[in-house]
């Protein structure tokens, strides 16, 4: 029988390359990555290795996104730290619950990566468009999570 992350790692990697070349613009409002790192880390057994696994994924978007180096890094890997800091606290059973967690995470994850970006370039300005887009890209990522995280549990 084939795990669960050998199945959907490929698969939203797949996704966050599609829209990273065919549709750059939803790629604000959308981060399959960021799913995938929410997903693994609500579902994890143990709470202690949670930084490692977003370190992997932030890493491997840094990778082949070309961005300033460490930026996803970071982001995924401070994201999977909170959810392992917050396991006693917070009921990760229920999707909606899941769902309003992926958007609170997404503010801090887009506003870091905005503030990495334009330290790292001084020519890049992080404009009206993203912060236009943030409160959308909140919704969005927490109701896919709230979406796919019951589908994510049945694999």
Not at 52 to 75: R, S
Not at 144 to 155: E, N
Request: hydrophobic letters at 60%.
């Amino acid at each position: 029988m084939v795990s669960a992350p050998l199945i959907a790692l490929p698969l939203f990697l797949a996704a966050d390359l599609l829209l990273m070349m065919l549709f750059p613009g939803l790629r604000l409002l959308v981060d399959p990555l960021f799913l995938l790192v929410i997903g693994f880390s609500v579902r994890a057994r143990s709470s202690r290795s949670l930084w490692l696994l977003g370190f992997g994924l932030g890493l491997l978007k840094d990778l082949y996104t070309g961005t300033a180096f460490g930026a996803w890094t970071f982001t995924f890997t401070a994201a999977a730290w909170m959810i392992g800091a917050t396991r006693r606290m917070v009921e990760w059973e229920d999707p909606a619950l899941v769902g309003v967690w992926a958007a609170i995470l997404t503010l801090p994850v887009w506003l870091f990566h905005g503030f990495w970006m334009t330290t790292a370039d001084p020519f890049v300005r992080w404009g009206d468009g993203q912060w236009a887009s943030l409160p959308a890209a909140m919704a969005v990522q927490g109701l896919l999570t709230a979406w796919i995280f019951p589908r994510m549990q049945k694999v």
